[in-house]
């Protein structure tokens, strides 16, 4: 045997890798298994609360009584006082804020990205600082201001406090967006003639529409499933959907069929929004 050959019987084994130690299929194979754990981790609270909806009172904590489901309860919460009335506020509010929060945070994102000076930094810190307040702690302070301005269980005692906490938080996400499109159009369009209005309304808007588009999704979404603001700041005259679902909980014990049927109709306009608007999302947090 040459020196060469017994220097390569002498090597040590190269050990493979994880991936590479897998049968031939193996690894696509455990990735859709972890897919489908994932999947499953975070279907099954909504399965399970959707079979709670659909349980007898008396069967919601007794599983050994079979299969015995109703459609009494969803019939049961169309019949409450105030149902319609919540949907349409917390449909109408979301709605409002989203409209209003894009307005301020659309303009705001694009100073912050475009414009340097005293004025942007003093912006970007105050909302910065705003920010890193827990938005718990508005509450008390807020409960007292909207009751000192006569917009306690209003509209606009509402509408506030959730554009408030959406400007601090999504001018942010806009700055990032308006940072990832080339100012050179925009210099083009000055060049040309535009107003640094023209050059925003006609490119740079444009340009940003699917971060908006994801944006504004995100905005109806936050705002409609919101409770704190609508527990504190709302009473009988302007019901909210998430405060009305937690009426259920009184001192007599919890109607948890009744929540939870409340809840899967409060989940169906999320989801179609989600659903419609997914495309959206996934292009606009991609600019």
Known sequence: MTAASS???????????????????????????????IAFLFAFPVLWLFLTS????????????????????????IQQENIYKAFWNSFAI???????????????GYMLS?????????????????RCIPYISWV????????????FDTYWGLLLPHVAVHICFFSWIMKGFFDGIDPSMEYAAL????????AFFRVAMPAALPGMTALAILCWLYTWNEFLFALLLTSHKTPILTVVMAQFVHELGME?????????????????VTIFGQKYVIRGLRV
């Open 7 to 37: 220097t390569e019987l002498s090597l040590p084994p190269v050990r493979k890798g994880f991936w590479a130690m897998l049968a031939p299929g193996g690894g696509k194979m455990l990735f859709a298994l972890a897919a489908i754990a």
């Open 54 to 77: 659909i349980r007898p009172e008396s069967g919601v904590y007794y599983v050994h009584r079979g299969t015995e489901f109703t459609w009494h309860n969803y019939l049961e919460v």
């Open 94 to 108: 979301s709605t409002l804020a989203t409209i209003l929060s894009l307005g301020v945070t659309v303009t705001s």
């Open 114 to 130: 475009r414009f340097k000076g005293p004025i942007p930094d003093t912006w970007f810190s105050l909302i910065y600082v705003l």
């Open 140 to 151: 008390l302070p807020l409960f007292f201001v909207t009751r000192q301005w006569g917009i």
């Open 191 to 198: 060049i040309d003639g535009c107003s640094r209005w023209g």
């Open 256 to 272: 948890w069929h009744l929540m939870s049927s409340t809840a899967i109709l409060a989940l169906i306009p999320a989801l179609i």
